[in-house]
């Protein structure tokens, strides 16, 4: 498997390409500001033919390079429904107080768009994807999770976009943010998987299911996560 990401533009975010292997179909999660260029170079250094965009959320730190990516590969991005007037009119996501990021820039929906469905498995280039709704830091947000092979075991990676991040999670003061929705989502989800589950947020570097559960200060008192986590937490969440 080859999973290779960057950090993109004023935010940060993180953007990764993913592919079964070198000279493969690929799939781009999150192609935020100022990403499309480097995914050109990643597309090009692996002989890889991209085949879908996908979104873990609509906020436009992770949607911004998504319609001129799609429509310059003719293909199509995956965004759960919530979420989706977002990609036209991403002010409606973040507000007015950090409308003045986009000024008087115009955004539009790629071309093709097809709605993310809660408990699916979207395959695409040989991946199969499982889709889990995990709303809170928007309502659309989504986990998608991919089971990657190792030489002892199959190891499930978990792209989380800004529902975790290491030792942090999503903010939730922005339209359609809940904060006990989001613990809710964090506790009913990521915490019922394994601690080897890989977790590749929307910023910030990786971490584990595992990790976070004995660690995250956010997440004490949630079921299941250690009293060690319980140092006070810290303003470090991350992104739109």
Request: aromatic fraction near 4%; charged fraction near 20%.
């Amino acid at each position: 498997m080859l999973i290779t990401g960057f950090a993109a533009g004023m935010f940060a975010t993180n953007c990764y390409v993913v592919a079964e292997q070198p000279g493969s179909e690929a799939v781009i999660i999150d192609p935020g500001q100022d990403s499309a260029a480097q995914v050109r170079s990643i597309l090009a250094e692996h002989s890889l033919t991209p085949v879908a965009v996908l979104l873990t959320h609509g906020h436009l730190d992770h949607t911004w390079d998504a319609a001129d990516l799609c429509d310059e590969y003719s293909i199509p991005v995956y965004i759960h429904p919530e979420d989706r007037p977002m990609l036209a009119d991403p002010a409606s996501g973040i507000g007015p107080a950090l409308g003045s990021v986009i000024g008087g820039m115009v955004f539009r929906e790629p071309e093709k768009v097809v709605d993310f469905v809660d408990g699916e498995d979207v395959e695409l280039g040989g991946i199969g994807f499982d889709v889990t709704a995990a709303p809170g830091h928007s309502r659309g947000s989504v986990l998608l999770t991919i089971d990657v092979a190792t030489e002892d075991a199959t190891l499930p990676v978990c792209f989380s976009g800004d529902v975790l991040f290491a030792g942090s999670i999503g903010r939730t003061d922005l339209p359609g943010g809940d904060h006990e929705q989001l613990l809710t989502s964090i506790a009913t989800t990521l915490l019922r998987r394994t601690d080897d589950t890989q977790v590749l947020p929307g910023h910030g570097p990786q971490t584990t299911v595992g990790q976070e559960r004995a660690t995250n200060p956010f997440l004490v008192g949630l079921p299941g996560v250690s009293d060690a986590a319980a140092s006070s937490p810290t303003k470090g969440r991350h992104g739109l």
